[in-house]
């Protein structure tokens, strides 16, 4: 059985310390990541739990700003808090929570890919991830305050673009299922102090 998506919660903050959301899956789920953006390169996050059990940080990407990906194997079914805490106060956060079934729960994921930049007139991120049939790819994208009009890539699915706080920034995630080579690409439009992180990783099929 490939890896399939359960459900999804999320939640923004502005000028906080730490952020907190209930999120309940619809199946009985293998993984829990949680997606968050927010921050610089300086300030992350200094942990997340869920349920009361502690996650782990599969990557940070920093070059330009903050986007992490944390996650729990065989996380608890039914309702759960998850509270992300930061090492400092932290303007525009989003944490986009999500749960996955059938997915590995020995290595649950492959080799994570990243990209980052500055300023341009037009933004597009576009890491390749190598991947494997029935494995499926998933991203988060942010985007600082000036890019707006995000088009995901061709293949990629179930995506969902927050708007924090009234554009000081884009928190995107969305999917793709898992091949040889997988190119989780995002464009969009600049008119500002755009500067983003983009970071994808493939879940690994139990």
């Excluded at 190119?183 to 994808?200: Q, V």
Aim: contains cysteine; hydrophobic residues 40%.
């Amino acid at each position: 059985m490939a890896v399939a998506f359960d459900a999804r919660t999320q939640i923004t903050g502005s000028a906080v310390t730490s952020i907190t959301v209930t999120h309940t899956p619809v199946g009985t789920p293998t993984l829990v990541t949680m997606s968050v953006t927010g921050g610089t390169t300086a300030n992350a996050v200094s942990g997340i739990t869920y349920g009361g059990v502690a996650c782990t940080k599969l990557f940070r990407a920093n070059a330009q700003a903050n986007a992490e990906i944390w996650y729990l194997i065989s996380p608890a079914a039914g309702a759960q808090s998850v509270v992300c805490t930061f090492t400092a106060s932290v303007n525009n956060p989003c944490m986009q929570v999500q749960t996955y079934l059938g997915s590995n729960t020995s290595t649950p994921f492959g080799t994570h890919q990243t990209s980052s930049g500055g300023i341009a007139s037009t933004g597009t991120a576009t890491p390749a991830v190598t991947s494997a049939t029935d494995e499926l790819v998933v991203d988060v994208l942010l985007t600082r305050s000036g890019g707006t009009s995000h088009v995901l890539g061709a293949g990629q699915t179930n995506s969902n673009i927050v708007n924090v706080n009234s554009g000081a920034a884009y928190s995107a995630v969305s999917q793709e299922a898992g091949a040889a080579s997988v190119t989780m690409s995002w464009t969009w439009s600049d008119t500002g102090d755009a500067t983003f992180e983009h970071l994808a990783a493939p879940i690994k099929v139990a």
